[in-house]
């Protein structure tokens, strides 16, 4: 197998510190969601409609970006380090041509240069050009990984999309939906997979449907995307969401949708950190709003911890559809009380680490003349180490506010996510290692409490009928929707 990077440019070094765009970066105590992809079928313009796309997913990955197009005989691609902006430009894009195309957004790190790991990753094998974008995570990939070594195999990164490679590629079918199904049944985990050949597009949803995954129309072409918002971006509509255990198949002799299955469906388990921070709020996710269901979170919240206060405020900018809700139940105004700087980016100027402890500041301030004074309530997503939230509580409190009560949208979050999201060790975790009366104090706030697990369900508002209404909770109750051998196999299989 070869996995040839076409790209003339430098590679990056690693010698730049990313503070992150959005609140998903470095600097803030979050989760990191770990990729988006973004798939065209037959439309001239599909690495236009792709960078859009991608763009719109940005969110989702900000460490490398990469789109592969087919054109009926063969692929063109490129890929790099750096954002979607910063990755393209009309020079790459131009000799980008044809009518099918899949894209990837990494997630961003702070370390070394992972160019190889950049997707799609494009592979040869007997068939011809294969081109592989994922995101998730494949948590027997270990396993399947030392079985094909014993056997040969010869792997060229650490990814877990190059585990499905080599699966399809030893696969005693010659036909490439056979043999993606065949290897599809011996993976588990979560994933939205788009799968490229020089003629077909393949796309294949998880059999819990843990990562969200949909389908859209532009005009004639079918577009594939993490999330709605894609759609928009490129003038298309929602279709519907890839079902989990479904393989769509898109050929260009025949331009036909063709609905399949590798798997019947297993118990549904739609992530719900997507609906609570991941997901942009314009998206939907299984036909339900990701703002509509943040702002019925922090009703929820209203009616199980009201406290009287003079202001509500939201952490920005995930939170801010909870903290309108909050206030919509409580009748306590909502105010800017938070302000993010949003003309952060990428510095090539290292902080020192006293200028990182203050790192929270160069992103975030808080308004003077709205909390000062004022009994505040700050609704923030989720916890998860701890550090941020007092950062920020503190924030509030050298602006004046004589009260800061934390409010989180979520239930406390205890144990890591093997599913695609890069989660820190349980050991490091504050949920799980101190009760919530230890984290309020950690975090200098006057009081805190957490949405319930119902209560969470409820505001997503999935219809009942389903174990856990159809969800993944299992950050909040331990309860896994697979099973889950190596617990060291916490992150991402696009790493
Ligand atoms: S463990 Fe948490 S973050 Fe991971 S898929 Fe489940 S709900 Fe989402």
Redo the contacts with the bound molecule.
């Keep these: 197998m070869s996995d040839e990077i076409k790209t003339s440019q430098q590679l990056w070094t690693g010698n730049f510190y990313n503070e992150g765009i959005g609140s998903h970066d470095g600097l803030f105590d979050k989760?990191r969601e770990e990729c988006g992809v973004f798939g065209v079928f037959g439309h001239p313009e599909s690495a236009s409609l792709s960078y859009y796309g991608l763009h719109a997913l940005q969110h989702r990955g900000q460490e490398s970006a990469g789109i592969c197009v087919a054109n009926g005989e063969s692929f063109s691609y490129y890929r790099n380090m750096g954002l979607v902006k910063e990755v393209f430009n009309n020079d790459n894009l131009t000799t980008l041509v044809g009518p099918s195309a899949i894209g990837h957004v990494r997630y961003s790190t702070s370390g070394e240069s992972k160019l190889a790991n950049a997707q799609p990753l494009v592979f040869k094998y007997r068939g011809g050009d294969l081109a592989i974008a994922t995101n998730g995570n494949l948590h027997n990939a270990g396993e399947v990984k030392k079985e094909l070594e014993s056997q040969g195999s010869i792997f060229q990164t650490t990814s877990d999309t190059e585990v499905i490679a080599h699966l399809i590629a030893r696969s005693k079918h010659d036909d490439i939906v056979l043999a993606v199904k065949e290897a599809l049944l011996k993976v588990e985990g979560?994933y939205a997979f788009l799968f490229q050949t020089k003629d077909k597009l393949i796309a294949a949803r998880d059999p819990h449907g843990?990562r969200p995954f949909v389908m859209g129309r532009l005009g004639n072409a079918y577009l594939f995307a993490s999330e709605t918002c894609a759609f928009d971006a490129v003038g298309g509509t929602y279709y519907r969401d890839v079902e989990p255990g479904e393989l769509l198949v898109l050929d260009m002799s025949t331009n036909v949708l063709v609905e399949d299955r590798f798997s019947p469906i297993k118990q549904r388990?739609i992530?719900?950190?997507?609906y609570i921070y991941f997901a942009r709020p314009d998206s939907d996710i299984d036909e339900i709003n990701i703002h509509s269901a943040r702002k019925r979170m922090g009703r929820q919240l209203a009616l199980e911890s009201f406290v009287d206060a003079d202001v509500v405020t939201g952490v920005p900018d995930s939170s801010i559809s909870a903290a309108i809700g909050f206030a919509e139940q409580t009748g306590i105004p909502y105010e800017l009380g938070l302000i993010k700087n949003r003309y952060t980016g990428r510095t090539f100027i290292q902080p020192s680490q006293e200028l990182r402890e203050q790192g929270v500041k160069m992103k975030l301030s808080a308004v003077r003349s709205i909390v000062a004074g004022k009994r505040v309530v700050m609704i923030d997503d989720s916890i998860v180490r701890g550090t941020t939230s007092l950062r920020i509580v503190n924030l509030l409190r050298e602006a004046g506010a004589t009260e800061v009560h934390v409010r989180i949208s979520s239930p406390p979050f205890k144990?890591p996510?093997?599913?695609?999201?890069d989660?820190p060790d349980r050991k490091e975790l504050i949920a799980a290692q101190k009760s919530i009366e230890e984290i309020r104090q950690a975090i200098n706030a006057d009081s805190l409490h957490f949405l319930s697990h119902d209560g969470l369900l409820n505001a997503i508002g999935r219809p009942n009928g389903e174990f856990n209404r159809g969800?993944?909770?299992?950050?909040?109750d331990n309860r896994?929707p697979t099973k889950i051998t190596d617990e060291a196999e916490v992150g991402c299989g696009c790493d």
Aim: glycine share 4%; aromatic share 18%; hydrophobic share 45%.
């Design positions: 989760l979560a843990l388990a992530c719900a950190m997507e144990n996510c093997f599913y695609g999201i989660t969800h993944c909770t299992a950050c909040f896994y």
